[in-house]
Every structure is written in C-alpha cells, then in structure tokens.
C-alpha cells in the first residue's frame, strides 16, 4: 500500500520567513503534485513534477522531486499571509490508468 | 485546464437518508476520480469513474454504499447511501486531465459539504 508521509504535519511562521515541507514514501510514483487547499475549497493544482531530481520554481515556491522518485519537497521563501492554507502532495502511480494517493497534508499559517 | 462544478455545495442530511452528489466538467474527460476528505484530513480515493464501464473501488469503499455513475464524458454522481454521522465529510470530484502531455494533471471541483445528524 502506498502511503505519502508529509512533514510537519503543522506550521505556524511570522511573514517574510522560509519554510521547507517534505513528503516522503517507500514507493515510487511516475510523478508527484502538490495542491494548496483552502477552507470552503477544492484543491489547487501548484505543480506536477515527472523526472527524478526535477526542480521547479514558481515565483516563490521552490518544488523538486528526489533522484529515485520517491520524494519531494517544497520550499516558500519569504512566506506571505497569501501563502496560508493546506499543502498536500499527492503521487500517481499505476499502468496505463493512474491513480493518486494523497499525502498526510501540511497545514501553514503565515502570520502578518 | 479543466472547470468543473460540484451540486450541492454543502447539505445537512438525517441518518438513513441518501444524497446524490453531481460532478459536471466544461470539457470532455476520461477519467474521473471521487475523493472523500473527512474533517481535518487529506484525501481518500472512493472510486475511479470511467466513461461506459463501471467504476472501480478502492479498499473499505463498496458500491452499495456509493453507487457511481458515469453517463457521458463530462458528468458523473456519487450517491451517499443510508448515511450515518460517520459519512460527514467533504467529497470531492477530479478530473485527469494530460491531454497526451508526459504528465499527469488533476483539477478538483469545489466539493460537496455534507453533514450527516
């Protein structure tokens, strides 16, 4: 069974800090996304990264996936209120059908 | 990328009663995917939805307790089947969504709120 374990569970920082999450697994996935989930809301899509050691920036948002595709990690820098919400990865796995199974989440309040 | 809608937005239902959740996309997909999130929590696969065939369950979900299904390729619903407190959750609908592209993609809708008394 495939299980994504995400660390710290939860994290409270003062604006302008940096914060690193991880989301780790015995497992390989074929790729492996993170979502930002807020209250009343669907998850939203931040990135999807496919090749092993693969590092991805998006704006502040630094992402990469480990070198044997069985982790990954998320760094913010200069964290802003904005940045407040669920963090969750989630990691596809399978043949010709994929499925995707969630990680544990992280939850991140930035304060002002 | 994919728009999608959820009906309801949220319901407060009595135990023993049934409630049928509508997914519908903007866009012609193939597979769609129901997820449950319980308070506090990340996301649980119920079912993968394919268009004209029936829909497959993951472990600890069965089909008499949520029937799918799939009549076209942009709609899908899940009905929560004699609910019970234990059934109050956030469920939510995806789409997948690579278009041929080497990789995966997935859009969520909005979720379901439900409150079973």
């Known amino acids: 069974t495939q299980l994504l374990e995400q660390s710290p569970q939860f994290l409270s920082i003062q604006e302008g800090e940096n914060l690193t999450v991880y989301c780790n697994s015995s497992s390989v996935f074929s790729s492996l996304q993170w979502y930002r989930q807020e209250p009343g809301e669907g998850p939203v899509l931040l990135v999807t990264v496919v090749t092993g050691g693969e590092v991805k920036k998006l704006k502040r948002l630094t992402f990469q996936f480990g070198d044997a595709r069985k982790d990954s990690s998320l760094h913010i820098t200069a964290a802003q209120p904005g940045d407040t919400g669920l963090y969750l990865c989630a990691g596809a796995w399978g043949t010709g059908t994929y499925k995707y199974i969630f990680g544990t989440g992280t939850r991140l309040k930035v304060l002002a | 990328s994919a728009v999608i809608s959820q009906k309801p937005s949220r319901d407060i239902c009595q135990r023993g009663t049934s409630l049928t959740i509508q997914c519908q996309v903007d866009s012609q997909v193939t597979m769609m995917f129901w997820y449950r999130q319980q308070p506090g929590q990340s996301l649980t696969l119920i079912a993968t939805a394919n268009q004209g065939s029936e829909a497959t369950y993951e472990s600890g979900f069965v089909i008499d307790k949520f029937p799918i299904s799939r009549p076209n390729l942009t709609f899908s619903t899940l009905t929560v089947s004699n609910m019970s407190p234990e059934d109050s959750s956030i469920y939510l609908c995806?789409?997948?969504?690579?278009?041929?592209?080497?990789?995966?993609?997935?859009?969520f809708g909005p979720g379901t709120r439900l409150l079973v008394l």
């Open positions: 995806s789409v997948d969504w690579d278009r041929g592209l080497p990789q995966e993609t997935q859009y």
